[in-house]
T-cell receptor, first 114, second 113 residues
Framework: GNSVTQMEGPVTLSEEAFLTINCTYTATGYPSLFWYVQYPGEGLQLLLKATKADDKGSNKGFEATYRKETTSFHLEKGSVQVSDSAVYFCALSKTGGGADGLTFGKGTHLIIQP | GAGVSQSPSNKVTEKGKDVELRCDPISGHTALYWYRQSLGQGLEFLIYFQGNSAPDKSGLPSDRFSAERTGGSVSTLTIQRTQQEDSAVYLC???????????FGEGSWLTVV
């Protein structure tokens, strides 16, 4: 079945450091890939997405590229801020359209220190 | 409404009691999902509705869990005879039928004591 594996946290970085959160997936067909973010005390928010191979999703300075050859969708940001502290979830759609739900990774807790 | 609304936001219940969790999706979203978020377990898919029907109930963890949706809008997740392992945040989400972006509510935090 479909599955998502992301790096364990917590990940602790200093402000302005470079961020990478690894995500790899196992899926049949051609899933869409997503990163969701959960800030403290809030619900999940879509951060970015990519719907086909080699697509790059980007938002708020974060980027992730859909790599079919390595089945990966790593999240990167060039210079993190304290306000980026949150839990980040990588996810894929069960079908290409995602209309019947998502499979999530376990989440990576990111802590940015000033 | 503007976003997915869930109630209650927090619920403490005694073991063995039944609980009902409510979700009001974004207006016009015919697809509705329930997930469970447990500490250290990530997000677990429970059930998906398209309109009022649930084509995929495979994620419900036991027969104590049930969900319904009426009028293609509000959904209720019911947990009967709650157990301590049911303690978690229950997240509801909705989307357009053809869309691949799912929007989440803030969750209902359930504690079974």
């Amino acid at each position: 079945g479909n599955s998502v594996t992301q790096m364990e946290g917590p990940v602790t970085l200093s402000e302005e450091a470079f961020l990478t959160i690894n995500c790899t997936y196992t899926a049949t067909g051609y899933p869409s890939l997503f990163w969701y973010v959960q800030y403290p005390g809030e619900g999940l928010q879509l951060l970015l997405k990519a719907t086909k191979a080699d697509d790059k999703g980007s938002n708020k300075g974060f980027e992730a590229t859909y790599r079919k050859e390595t089945t990966s969708f790593h999240l990167e940001k060039g210079s993190v801020q304290v306000s980026d502290s949150a839990v980040y979830f990588c996810a894929l759609s069960k079908t290409g359209g995602g209309a019947d739900g998502l499979t999530f990774g376990k989440g990576t807790h990111l802590i940015i220190q000033p | 409404g503007a976003g997915v609304s869930q109630s209650p936001s927090n619920k403490v219940t005694e073991k063995g009691k039944d609980v009902e969790l409510r979700c009001d999706p974004i207006s016009g979203h015919t697809a509705l999902y329930w997930y469970r978020q447990s500490l250290g377990q990530g997000l677990e898919f429970l059930i998906y509705f398209q309109g009022n029907s649930a084509p995929d109930k495979s994620g419900l963890p036991s027969d104590r869990f049930s969900a319904e949706r009426t009028g293609g809008s509000v959904s209720t997740l019911t947990i009967q005879r709650t157990q301590q392992e049911d303690s978690a945040v229950y997240l509801c989400a909705s989307s357009l039928p053809e869309g691949n972006t799912i929007y989440f509510g803030e969750g209902s935090w359930l504690t079974v004591v």
